[in-house]
């Protein structure tokens, strides 16, 4: 099975790199919600955040970190920074190499990440139930 993001690591696809190193890299969106959109991305294949080595998943994060604070320096419009890592098709994954996005936001941008106004907002009972059982799974 082919992969985009294993085919630019490899130089067998183009891209506009941000960033390089042995384990990493970082390139700008072909689709970017806003100027200065980069995907941080694992050289080693791994389609999904279970499947990352955790030196891969330190290390798209640090270097994510460092793209959110060169973007503040740059001439783009950047008011803030949302960090994002679908993990699977129901999270709004469609390239299954797992991957980080950087995104530059400012107000009024259009990109709206909103949660229902009618969420469950269960009791301490319940809250302690399910951090029970994610413990359990730890």
């Known amino acids: 099975m082919s992969c ?7 130089g067998d696809a ?3 790199f941000v960033y390089e190193d042995e384990r990493t890299i970082a390139f700008l969106d072909i ?13 080693t294949h791994a389609a999904s955040l279970e499947e990352i080595e ?3 998943a330190q290390r798209i994060v640090r270097v994510a970190q460092r793209v959110a604070i060169a973007l503040r320096r740059t001439g783009f419009r ?3 920074v949302n960090l994002w890592l679908a993990d699977g098709a ?9 991957h980080m ?5 400012f107000d009024g941008d259009g990109f709206v990440v909103s949660l229902p106004p009618d969420r469950h907002r269960p009791d301490r009972e319940e809250l302690n139930a399910n951090a029970a059982q994610l ?4």
Do not use: Y
């Open 90 to 98: 129901a999270a709004g994954q469609d390239v299954f190499h797992a």
């Open 14 to 16: 183009e891209a506009s």
């Open 54 to 56: 955790p030196d891969d």
């Open 4 to 10: 985009i993001f294993c085919d630019i690591s490899a």
């Open 101 to 105: 996005h950087v995104v530059p936001r």
């Open 78 to 80: 950047v008011e803030g």
């Open 31 to 43: 689709a970017p919600l806003n100027a200065g959109h980069t995907l941080v991305v694992p050289r």
């Open 135 to 138: 413990r359990s799974a730890l």
